[in-house]
């Protein structure tokens, strides 16, 4: 289990425990953090989980895949160098702390 924390645009802050082999944003639906929609359930067929990571974990997580990176493409808010796709971090141990940022909007 990773302690995920979840920075609304608005500055609000959740922490969630959320557990090995879920993803970052199957741990924001199950605990209703507000920015983060899954439209597709995780089937990396939407951006609606566009997330900012945070810039000290940025290079700690595996690089994206193209199909991530395409996704991306599609995202409403701004794509930035920490974009990711929520529903594509794993959640295991070295995940302790992560923290992401979300964006204003997903439409």
Same mark, same amino acid.
């Not at 090995?20 to 067929?45: F, K, S, T």
């Not at 995940?95 to 979300?102: F, T």
């Given at each position: 289990?990773?302690?995920?924390?979840? *920075?609304?645009? +608005? /500055?609000?802050?959740? *922490?969630? +425990?959320?557990?090995?082999?879920? +993803?970052?944003?199957?741990?924001?639906?199950? +605990?209703?953090?507000?920015?983060?929609?899954?439209?597709?359930? /995780? &089937?990396?067929?939407?951006?609606?989980?566009?997330?900012?990571?945070?810039?000290?974990?940025?290079?700690?997580?595996?690089?994206? &895949?193209?199909?991530?990176?395409?996704?991306?493409?599609?995202?409403?808010?701004?794509?930035?160098?920490?974009?990711?796709?929520?529903?594509? #971090?794993? #959640?295991?141990?070295?995940?302790? &702390?992560?923290?992401?940022?979300?964006?204003?909007?997903?439409?």
């Amino acid at each position: 289990m990773a302690s995920i924390t979840y *920075v609304e645009f +608005n /500055g609000a802050q959740h *922490v969630i +425990n959320v557990a090995d082999g879920d +993803n970052v944003m199957r741990g924001a639906l199950d +605990n209703g953090i507000e920015g983060i929609i899954g439209e597709c359930g /995780g &089937g990396l067929a939407c951006a609606t989980c566009h997330c900012y990571v945070d810039d000290a974990w940025a290079d700690r997580l595996p690089a994206p &895949g193209q199909t991530e990176l395409d996704m991306l493409e599609c995202a409403s808010a701004e794509r930035k160098a920490t974009s990711r796709l929520s529903c594509q #971090i794993v #959640i295991d141990p070295a995940l302790d &702390g992560l923290v992401v940022h979300l964006p204003e909007t997903q439409y």
